[in-house]
């Protein structure tokens, strides 16, 4: 690309590449320099950019928390205290409608979900170049790289390796309450004995491969369902704000009724990011609650 001009394609390819740091096939580690080499360097790839924006917006959600939470006054708070007890309690009513069972850690994890999920969502309604136009001032001014292989991500729910991550962080902490409440013997009977069950044990024993089958593709469902929904609805996002973003080099006239598009996407896309957010956290606490039912149930 160094010695093309960007065309359109390139442009939004570009936009689409992760700042991935691997092992190269000479066998050294580096960073890639073309979207081949990130692909080459295959499943123990990082992405840099997406690990880099998932901490340091976690590190501003606990920091910003904790910071509320050691200023907390008894007398008439704070605006920010306001907000944070709003979320607080907003977070909390939900575990209590959805969740039954009687574990400290979900209200927290419900609550860092919700927060974490919609601070990575919004990274979305910064304009597509800014922050890659700073890391390539930066790549290319400090460390010499080249502006056309310097790549750049700013929203990591448009990463599925991000989105993957989660979902499966919540998917095994399911399990593991599901072993923790049921039993071994619990959970396999969850599997194997609903939803098709008879008194005759001989017919119970046929309806056993079909219960398995249909209660562990369910099963699998879950962190799909968690991964894939967030990292569709924030990709698609991402890619209306590129497509958006090419209509500035089409002159002044396309470049304005591109700044209203622009406008009236990142008003609409307010919603979606929050909603996002506030579904991968009632799933969350969903799953746990199916992770606590019992056969009493």
Known sequence: MASEPLTTSGYIKHHLVNLTFGQHPDGHWGLAHTAAEAKAMGFWAIHVDTMFW?????????????????NATAGTPG?????????????DSIVRGTFTGRNALVAPMALTIFIWVFLINAMDLIPVDWLPQIATLLGSGL?????????????????????????????????????KIKGFGGFAAELT??????????????FMPVNFLLEFVSLLSRPLSLSLRLYGNMFAGEMIFILIALMYGGGWIMGIFGGFLQLGWAIFHVLIIT??????????????EMAYQTGDH
């Open 275 to 288: 909603l996002q957010a506030f579904i991968f956290m009632v799933l969350t606490v969903v799953y746990m």
């Open 193 to 206: 004995m609903h939803p098709f069950s008879s008194d005759n044990k001989l017919v119970q024993m046929v």
């Open 54 to 70: 998932s901490i340091l917006l976690g590190a501003l959600f606990l920091w910003l928390f904790s910071k509320v939470a050691r």
């Open 143 to 179: 460390f010499g790289m080249d502006p056309h292989h310097i790549y750049f991500k700013v929203v990591p729910s448009t990463d599925p390796n991000a989105t993957f991550g989660m979902a499966l962080a919540v998917f095994a902490m399911t399990l593991f309450y599901s072993f």
């Open 79 to 91: 605006g920010m205290q306001n907000f944070v007890e709003w979320l607080v309690e907003f977070t």
